[in-house]
């Protein structure tokens, strides 16, 4: 597989299109106050926690409901004019920026668990419940839900990038655990896709269709997944390694083993130093591996003893243990606050995210190279990873003022991704595409498979209204 010749997009391609002043009084006389053409509102919705730039939608529709959505769709294919879905802002590739000007849909607001089927571990919701406050509200029923991008993102925002995080290498990611979905189509139809049961032979797959597509083939309104029993033990370690790559292996070992193990993180020394400063914690500042076992006392035990003694052969030291939920809770607050951890360690900085993902036994590969790279730039970065699943992200710590730095941060990533895909990797392994991965997914898929993506992409959204720009240009 050859690598990019170039490095990926430094700046979004900026296309507005215009937003005639018809539509958007239509839009006030159906949505009234729910529509708003505030800068402030405008501007809060016009970006992500991408590095990129772009102008803000002409407006901002707060959906409270499908027809809502349905309606808005109608009137922006009326006019020919893009609609962008946003959930929190959370995502990391400019997928919610209105890189072709447009409307944005808020769906935040469409915030319902409409039904709890905990005889058959599922829950169907609206789009805007975010992920948190689904569990909270199913926790009474000795159920949760265990996908984990660390953002409390929406949970039709985590359909439409098909998120995954720190649970994964357990419980799957978002395409193993959407059982159907709700859409308004381009043309502001509400189709479903997909049904409660566990299989189907029915028809094409729509569900895995718009799972992963970013907005750009509908608006998803409703989401039916599945939820899990709750363990009845959870216990969580960590444990210090004189080197990343003697962390990865213990990984590769405990995977390769067939250790049923919950979550398992890689957070390298840089890492660990940040967050030690932003959470007031006193982590041995060396790479961890932070882990999670879930199962019954005697499985946890059991789990737990079997990686201790596969980490202790690679010089794993300072196991330490966190059996209650409160000591829990803070290790993994402070592995989610990474991101911030990093951002405050230069005041001012931007950061890029990098996403890559490979086969287990590549990872070691794949990662030291990457490691060897980032540390000869002098680039600032901080390294964490799902290594039990091969996906791991670099964030590159930019100064916004010195373009250099951005061009370094690039070319590293692009050598990153390059990387991966010799290995028979991905460039993104959960973020998605958005503006940022369109290049190298030519590279990974194929000129056929785009073209293929294309086509689909022609057939369901003729006009090219939902959410234009992302993922490959028509």
């Known amino acids: 597989m050859n690598a990019p010749t170039q490095v990926a997009h430094l700046v979004p391609e900026i296309n507005q299109r215009a937003v005639p002043e018809a539509l958007l009084d239509a839009l006030k006389a159906r949505f009234g106050v729910n529509c708003s053409t505030a800068m402030a509102v405008r501007e809060q919705h016009g970006r992500d926690e991408s590095s990129f730039e772009a102008p803000p939608p002409a407006a901002v529709v707060f959906a409270e409901s499908t027809a809502d959505v349905a309606d808005a769709v109608k009137l922006a294919s009326q006019y020919s004019v893009p609609v962008i879905p946003f959930g929190v802002g959370s995502s990391l590739e400019g997928h919610l920026l209105a890189v072709q000007g447009g409307i944005s849909i808020d769906v935040s607001r469409m915030n319902k668990?409409?039904?709890?089927?905990?005889?058959?571990?599922?829950?169907?919701?609206?789009?805007?419940?975010?992920?948190?406050?689904?569990?909270?509200?199913?926790?009474?029923?000795?159920?949760?839900?265990?996908?984990?991008?660390?953002?409390?993102?929406?949970?039709?925002?985590?359909?439409?990038?098909?998120?995954?995080?720190?649970?994964?290498?357990?419980?799957?990611?978002?395409?193993?655990?959407?059982?159907?979905?709700?859409?308004?189509?381009?043309?502001?139809?509400?189709?479903?896709?997909?049904?409660?049961?566990?299989?189907s032979s029915a028809g094409y797959d729509l569900t895995r269709l718009m799972v992963g597509s970013e907005g750009t083939l509908g608006v998803i309104t409703e989401v039916t997944l599945r939820i899990?029993?709750?363990?009845?033990?959870?216990?969580?370690?960590?444990?210090?390694?004189?080197?990343?790559?003697?962390?990865?292996?213990?990984?590769?070992?405990?995977?390769?083993?067939?250790?049923?193990?919950?979550?398992?993180?890689?957070?390298?020394?840089?890492?660990?130093?940040?967050?030690?400063?932003?959470s007031k914690l006193d982590l041995r500042e060396e790479p961890l591996l932070l882990m999670e076992f879930h199962g019954s006392p005697a499985g946890v035990k059991e789990q737990a003893e079997t990686v201790q003694e596969i980490a202790s052969e690679y010089g794993g030291n300072a196991f330490e243990w966190a059996v209650t939920p409160e000591e829990r809770t803070r290790l993994?607050?402070?592995?989610?606050?990474?991101?911030?951890?990093?951002?405050?360690?230069?005041?001012?900085?931007?950061?890029?995210?990098?996403?890559?993902?490979?086969?287990?036994?590549?990872?070691?590969?794949?990662?030291?190279?990457?490691?060897?790279?980032?540390?000869?730039?002098?680039?600032?970065?901080?390294?964490?990873?799902?290594?039990?699943?091969?996906?791991?992200?670099?964030?590159?710590?930019?100064?916004?003022?010195?373009?250099?730095?951005?061009?370094?941060?690039?070319?590293?990533?692009?050598?990153?991704?390059?990387?991966?895909?010799?290995?028979?990797?991905?460039?993104?392994?959960?973020?998605?595409?958005?503006?940022?991965?369109?290049?190298?997914?030519?590279?990974?898929?194929?000129?056929?498979?785009?073209?293929m993506m294309r086509t689909i992409k022609r057939a369901l959204d003729p006009k090219n209204i939902m959410n234009p720009g992302k993922i490959f240009s028509l």
Not at 236 to 247: L, Y
Not at 249 to 257: D, K, M
Not at 390 to 406: A, Q, S, V
């Open 113 to 199: 668990v409409l039904s709890i089927n905990a005889e058959d571990l599922t829950v169907t919701v609206q789009a805007g419940v975010t992920r948190k406050a689904l569990n909270e509200e199913i926790k009474s029923t000795g159920l949760f839900f265990p996908i984990d991008p660390g953002a409390d993102a929406t949970i039709g925002g985590m359909s439409a990038t098909r998120a995954s995080g720190t649970n994964a290498v357990r419980y799957g990611t978002m395409r193993e655990n959407v059982l159907g979905l709700e859409v308004v189509t381009a043309s502001g139809e509400v189709i479903r896709t997909g049904t409660r049961a566990k299989k």
């Open 332 to 451: 993994w607050t402070a592995r989610h606050n990474a991101y911030f951890a990093a951002i405050q360690s230069r005041p001012g900085c931007r950061a890029i995210s990098t996403d890559t993902c490979v086969p287990i036994s590549r990872l070691a590969d794949c990662l030291l190279d990457s490691v060897a790279e980032a540390d000869a730039s002098g680039i600032p970065y901080f390294l964490v990873g799902h290594v039990g699943d091969g996906n791991f992200h670099f964030g590159y710590l930019l100064d916004p003022t010195i373009p250099k730095e951005r061009e370094i941060a690039e070319e590293l990533n692009h050598k990153l991704v390059a990387r991966a895909l010799s290995l028979e990797g991905t460039c993104t392994g959960e973020h998605g595409v958005g503006l940022h991965k369109m290049d190298f997914l030519v590279t990974e898929a194929g000129a056929g498979a785009v073209d």
């Open 228 to 278: 899990y029993p709750l363990p009845e033990a959870i216990s969580a370690a960590i444990c210090s390694f004189p080197s990343i790559e003697a962390a990865v292996r213990t990984t590769i070992q405990v995977i390769q083993l067939g250790v049923p193990i919950a979550r398992v993180e890689l957070i390298d020394h840089n890492t660990v130093r940040m967050v030690n400063a932003h």
